[in-house]
């Protein structure tokens, strides 16, 4: 298998304190916390954490915002609505679009399987971050495990510009409540939580897809 995509695995032997970072050229069983990395149809370079274990295959969340080939900032929706939430939004069919999902190489189309909602790619949700509020208090959940660490949740951009060194704010799927009826969550520089009006082009996009087990 041609050298483009790239496996890296960090090992931890418990019993001498010491960690060792391998790297493979083949796909091959994955394990939470491996990272993959290859270069996009565009040239330009992308890489994911693996974050969730699914029956089929492995979910994996990109480390870096979106590039096409410049970094994406779109809106939620062209006007300020949370109707429908991300299943009617503008972003959404975005995703879809061959545009988008072109842009991954055969090799790695040949392993994506459909997400739970039919598309190729799409963006976290409020829980797989920041787990479930109850009481005004954060609870794990469905929190994926990499993002109980702020580092993780910040969006690293790449370049080596000055510009570069401040991580981007992206975009979360879930649409606030009552109190912000026009605005869909987002996460800041600092990896926190907050509401962003749908219609601003101010978030990035950090992608999301699955990759199909072996064995």
Excluded at 21 to 39: A, G, N, R, T, W
Excluded at 82 to 89: E, F, I, Q, V
Aim: net charge negative; glycine share 6%.
């Amino acid at each position: 298998m041609a050298a483009e995509f790239t496996l890296t695995r960090t090992v931890t032997n418990l019993s001498k304190g010491i960690s060792t970072v391998k790297q493979h050229h083949e796909f091959m069983p994955y394990k939470l916390d491996d990272e993959i990395s290859f270069e996009l149809t565009d040239s330009q370079y992308f890489s994911a954490k693996a974050v969730k274990r699914e029956t089929d295959g492995m979910l994996f969340c990109a480390n870096h915002p979106l590039c096409n080939p410049e970094e994406v900032h779109l809106p939620m929706n062209n006007i300020d609505t949370n109707h429908g939430g991300y299943a009617a939004s503008e972003l959404r069919n975005y995703l879809r679009s061959s545009s988008v999902v072109g842009l991954f190489p055969d090799l790695i189309r040949a392993e994506m399987l459909p997400l739970e909602n039919g598309d190729w790619l799409r963006i976290p949700v409020f829980s797989e971050l920041f787990g479930d509020y109850r009481s005004g208090k954060p609870r794990p959940g469905d929190r994926w495990r990499c993002m109980g660490n702020v580092n993780n949740r910040c969006l690293k951009r790449l370049g080596n510009h000055f510009d570069d060194i401040i991580p981007a704010p992206y975009w979360l799927s879930t649409p606030c409540g009552v109190d912000f009826p026009d605005a869909f969550y987002y996460v800041n520089r600092e990896g926190e939580i907050g509401p962003c009006l749908a219609s601003l082009d101010y978030c990035a996009l950090r992608l999301v897809f699955k990759l199909k087990h072996h064995r």
